[in-house]
Nanobody, 125 residues
Framework: QVQLVESGGGLVQAGGSLRLSCAAS????????MAWFRQAPGKEREFVAA????????WYAGSVKGRFTISRDNAKDTLYLQMNSLKSEDTAVYSC??????????????????WGQGTQVTVSS
């Protein structure tokens, strides 16, 4: 079992930046791919970004590519999402997820098994 806890959300003005963190516990996640998702009010959850177990490959949704950066620190079992040039449409609850397929070199947008509770990001225009 893996527990994921997100932090770093908050209120920011459009054009600003935030860095989200996702700390894993209960089981080391250094061998597994991880991802960020978000869900805005009244909308379905959508994929944001994913990263392989070793950090060598990443994948981004088109709406955030060039503005967001996903990274990880396996020594700390922590996943990050650096969000720059934030827009009002980025307002959502952001959640991290892990897929327990070990040492996979692909970064899918589906199939993740464990999820955190999420952290709220609000971008004011």
């Amino acid at each position: 079992q893996v527990q994921l806890v997100e932090s770093g959300g908050g209120l920011v003005q459009a054009g600003g930046s935030l860095r989200l963190s996702c700390a894993a516990s209960g089981r080391a996640v250094s061998s597994y791919r991880m991802a960020w998702f978000r869900q805005a009010p009244g909308k379905e959850r959508e994929f944001v970004a994913a990263i392989t177990w070793n950090g060598r490959s990443t994948w981004y949704a088109g709406s955030v590519k060039g503005r967001f950066t996903i990274s990880r620190d396996n020594a700390k079992d922590t996943l990050y999402l650096q969000m720059n040039s934030l827009k009002s449409e980025d307002t959502a609850v952001y959640s991290c997820a892990v897929d327990l397929s070990p040492y996979s070199d692909s970064v899918p947008s589906t199939g993740y098994e464990y999820w955190g509770q999420g952290t709220q990001v609000t971008v004011s225009s």
